[in-house]
């Protein structure tokens, strides 16, 4: 089984609809990440979480928000998606901040 | 924040061993240097990590200066199967409270050529 799951793989809405993304893991590792990965932009940050009660923005955390609600569940919303959040979505773990980090296996989200 | 930069894309045939150079001119005292490799539809995985002087595991080898504002990642013999985008990560070390580490640039694109 993998360490690092999201659900679901692949999500096709429509503007303004809500919608949410979900990262569960089995490393035991307290801190956990959302990027969202562009052609050509690499990753970016969006939210990090250090332990259950720690909640930070990243790199482009607008039009975004989170809930850590357990030490092994972390997951991202869209409140209002809009077209120009289609992008690749990975959850990451690590057990500390130079830690390595391990990738889920993406959401690739499409919004119409 | 300590920046980085890379070469947008290489191309290499089988066999041959690659170097990717990444620059980081503002790196701090407490800065690790991390890389990381991302195929096509996945995400990225861990490949080495080092502080100073050269760093070898079975998959790559990476030199860093004694001036540490640079780095290579040397890939031995490359096969097809290494053609993937290779990320320079910088940022605390172990224990330090800080993101700084988080924040990927645009990779360098690696293409082995049969």
């Known amino acids: 089984d993998a360490d690092v799951t999201q659900t679901p793989r692949n999500r096709i809405t429509k503007t303004g609809k809500r919608i949410m993304l979900e990262c569960s893991q089995t490393?035991?590792?307290?801190?956990m990440y959302w990027y969202r990965q562009d052609p050509g932009l690499g990753l970016r940050l969006i939210y990090y979480?250090?332990?259950?009660?720690?909640?930070n923005k990243g790199e482009i955390s607008d039009g975004y928000s989170v809930s850590r609600q357990a030490q092994a569940k972390f997951s991202l919303s869209l409140e209002s998606a809009i077209p120009n959040q289609t992008a690749l979505y990975f959850c990451a773990t690590s057990e500390g901040n130079q830690e390595t980090q391990y990738f889920g296996p993406g959401t690739r989200l499409l919004v119409l | 924040l300590a920046k980085t930069t890379q070469p947008i894309s290489m191309d290499s045939y089988e066999g041959q061993e690659v170097n990717i150079t990444c620059s980081h001119n503002?790196?701090?005292?407490?800065?690790?240097i991390t890389w990381y490799q991302q195929f096509p539809s996945q995400g990225p995985r861990f490949i080495i990590q080092g502080y100073k002087t050269k760093v070898t595991n079975e998959v790559a080898s990476l030199f860093i200066p004694a001036d540490r504002k640079s780095s290579t990642l040397s890939l031995p013999r490359v096969s097809l199967s290494d053609t993937a985008v290779y990320y320079c990560?910088?940022?605390?070390?172990?224990?330090?409270?800080?993101?700084?580490?988080?924040?990927f640039g645009t990779g360098t694109r690696l293409t082995v050529i049969p």
């Open positions: 990560l910088v940022g605390e070390g172990p224990g330090q409270t800080g993101a700084n580490n988080l924040f």
């Open positions: 979480s250090f332990d259950v009660k720690d909640i």
């Open positions: 490393k035991g590792h307290d801190r």
């Open positions: 503002n790196i701090a005292t407490n800065d690790y």
